[in-house]
């Protein structure tokens, strides 16, 4: 019990350290500009298809480094000659541009790298297992996503709240006017912080494209995750998107692992139904089996009894 | 005057949908038309909520895929003699599905617009159709559920065994859910729809609750996409999972904002230019997807109120009598553009090709040899220089088709 317990963390930890680098960028931009970024996982995508082919030619390292300076560009260029245009039109249209660019990126991906899955190795240094409990492996690979998500997390931390460059982005999302008359160019600070969140969502690519598997609907699998961790943990706060990753990466974690259900509700509570019951797929279900909904339930629980998320304040 | 001149638009609209089939009564466009039929109800529904309401839904599949099943159930039903009527009204029982669903998760969902829906909206998608997959009895897991729409009782001796018999009860069904839904938007709740979408706080003002006036529009659009989803399960007489999942959801939202969210007839457009382009294209280039990813995203760029919203910018133009002194602008842009179309088209197609020797337009380019791509280059990045220099002309000229003479304005004054 105790070492499913202590795995079923671990993986959790992996998951929600790796949902974090996503949801970082999204409630970052989301807080300059006011507009969720449904691309935001194509861009982790494409980080898993950059690095894959960079790995091809030049090795693991090299991916790590190259592939979200590309997606970071590219993110540039979508804010500066895409979304800039589209906010004239009012955040409607600014949802719906970011959702038809979601769309254009899948089907690019599939044109380019075509749609099977990528067979994206893992470094071979990191090849080992870290440290064996109960008879189980860890592996160092994961050992390392864990290190490098805490390592953004901490730098992302220190650059918005320490350096000056953080002040100026904070000031910007609260008094853009008053930043600009102070002299400093706000749409270049807009694409620079667009361009560095889709960059982070290309390195949270890069590095889970070898456990997660590298194929197109990659970015369907966790972009609506993303979106349900920056509502829960509210919008625009990093702090609630940080706790609120960790949440779902370990409830889906222990959901899985557990091997309770409904059964087991119904015995200790003393009751029994028939197999023809037209409910019993609701009386048989089990924990893991709901486990990729238990996201979207919270989802919709939060907005329900509070709107504003666990961390935010933003009242609409 | 101007009530028969409206009159004859929806009698023409009534005339030209029984008349399709007289046109071409084969067995892929009859099921084009059926397609389109479902499409059309769809799209309309889902421009109650975004175009009239403002409300942003990125699960609006929910409603068309549950009236969907529950039509099915009702068909399996007709097969096991549990109910017995003509299929004719199979659409109503997923519309009162659908608007069961909408009342239910819109007594909590409608409280605010914006973000907050969109994403209440999105996450409700999600958990519907993963529990689809979870609850087998009624969503019958990956492979859905199927039933026969022959069993109900004949009506006027016809047994409903072809997709043509199915398509005039599907005209018949659009053209009355058209009405209605037209009629909505001149309602009381229509209009106050339209206030709350532009301006919720100035509403509440004048004393209407904005989350009343967004649920009633909210079930509504559950209704009608309820039928629309009844008229799948008619015309397929099955369906599954993935009729209500976040895809058909996403399409449905592409259907309004392509043919325009501010126009009743916008997502008519759409979902007609959609369905064809889905159904036709599809055939000749396993590219389609991608060309429909760049014509939307285009869209949004450069026609952000969609094709009607095109069409409706010449009014002034068309008014004033100036409309023919474009033509010839239009046609001097057009052509470079086509042909730059034409160019990327190839080339994008040219780079996807297995084959050595690609067949595209009657011609056969060798996709190996570097000449060929140098030509299709030129040719592409020609035309495009073409297209940029001609547009000059062309704002010109709508600039002069634009103004209005002085002296109109001095009348209006």
């Known amino acids: 019990m105790l070492e499913v317990f202590i795995f079923a963390t671990l993986n959790g930890l992996v998951t929600g350290l790796l949902l974090f680098m996503l949801a970082s960028g999204l409630t970052l931009i989301f807080s300059m500009m006011g507009v969720l970024n449904f691309a935001h996982a194509s861009f982790y995508m494409l980080g898993a298809y950059f690095a894959y082919s960079i790995s091809l030619q030049f090795g693991f390292w090299l991916g790590l480094i190259f592939a979200p300076l590309i997606v970071g560009c590219l993110g540039a260029a979508v804010e500066r000659y895409g979304l800039r245009r589209v906010h004239e039109s009012g955040h409607v249209a600014e949802l719906v541009f970011t959702f038809g660019l979601a769309f254009l990126i899948e089907e690019a991906i599939q044109f380019f790298w075509g749609p099977d899955t990528k067979n994206y190795q893992s470094p071979d240094i990191l090849d080992f297992p870290l440290f064996t409990l109960f008879g189980q492996e860890f592996s160092a690979y994961r050992g390392f996503m864990i290190g490098v998500s805490v390592l953004i997390f901490i730098g992302l931390f220190r650059v918005l709240t320490r350096s000056r460059i953080g002040i100026i982005i904070q000031a910007a999302i609260t008094h853009p006017n008053t930043v600009a008359n102070l002299g400093h160019n706000v749409p270049l600070i807009f694409m620079g912080v667009f361009g560095v969140g889709t960059a982070l969502a290309g390195l949270a690519g890069v590095i889970a494209g070898p456990v997660l598997t590298t194929f197109p609907g990659m970015a369907i699998v966790l972009g609506s995750i993303v979106f349900v961790i920056v509502v829960i943990g509210g919008l625009g706060s990093l702090a609630g998107a940080f706790i609120a990753s960790l949440l779902i990466g370990l409830l889906q974690s222990y959901a899985i692992a557990s091997d309770v259900g409904m059964p087991d509700l119904l015995n200790f509570l003393g009751v029994s139904f028939e197999r023809d019951h037209p409910l019993n797929d609701l009386w048989t279900m089990t924990l893991p089996q709901i486990a990729p909904i238990l996201p979207f339930l919270l989802l919709v629980l939060v907005l329900i009894f509070r709107p504003t998320g666990l961390m935010g304040n933003r009242e609409e | ?413």
């Open chain 2, 1 to 413: 005057m101007a009530m028969i001149k409206k009159l004859s638009v929806w009698i023409a609209f009534l005339l030209v949908m029984l008349a399709l089939p007289q046109f071409s009564d084969s067995i892929l466009s009859v099921s084009i038309y059926n397609q389109m039929a479902i499409a059309i109800i769809f799209a309309l529904s889902y421009n109650m909520l975004l175009g009239q309401g403002g409300m942003l839904s990125f699960g609006h599949a929910v409603y068309f895929g549950l009236g969907g099943f529950l039509a099915v159930h009702t068909l399996i039903m007709m097969e096991f003699e549990t109910v017995y009527f003509s299929i004719i009204w199979i659409p109503l029982v997923g519309g009162l599905f659908g608007l069961l669903a909408a009342i239910f998760i819109g007594s909590f969902s409608t409280h605010k617009a914006g973000t907050v829906f969109a994403m209440i909206s999105l996450g409700i998608g999600e958990l519907i159709a993963a529990s689809s997959l979870i609850f087998v009895g009624f969503f019958g897991g990956e492979a859905g559920v199927s039933g026969d729409r022959t069993f109900g009782p004949p009506l006027f001796g016809v047994e409903f065994f072809q997709d043509v018999e199915i398509y005039y009860v599907a005209a018949v069904w659009v053209f009355i859910a058209t009405v209605f839904m037209y009629l909505f938007t001149q309602t009381p709740a229509g209009r106050m729809a339209n206030a709350v979408r532009d301006n919720p706080e100035r509403a509440e003002f004048i004393g209407y609750s904005a989350r009343r006036v967004r649920f009633i529009s909210f079930c509504a659009s559950g209704l009608f996409a309820g039928i629309a989803g009844g008229l799948f399960a008619l015309n397929y007489e099955f369906i599954t999972e993935e009729n209500l999942n976040a895809a058909t959801s996403g399409r449905v939202l592409l259907m309004a904002y392509i043919g325009g969210l501010g126009y009743f007839i916008g997502p008519i457009l759409g979902a007609v230019i959609l369905t064809l382009m889905n159904s036709l294209l599809s055939n000749y280039s396993d590219l389609w997807m991608l060309y429909l990813g760049i014509m939307f995203l285009l869209t949004v760029l450069f026609l952000p109120r969609g094709f009607a919203g095109f069409i409706m910018m010449h009014q002034v133009a068309w008014l004033k009598g100036s409309l023919k002194n474009l033509a010839l602008p239009y046609l001097i842009t057009c052509i470079p553009a086509i042909l730059f179309l034409v160019g990327a088209i190839g080339m994008l197609e040219m780079s996807h090709s297995e084959d050595a020797i690609f067949h595209f337009l009657g011609m056969e380019l060798d996709t190996s040899s570097t000449i060929t791509w140098l030509a299709a280059i030129i040719f592409t990045l020609g035309s495009l220089f073409a297209t940029s220099k001609s547009l000059p002309q062309l704002r010109d000229a709508w600039e002069e088709a634009n103004t209005i003479p002085e002296v109109v304005k001095e009348d209006e004054s």
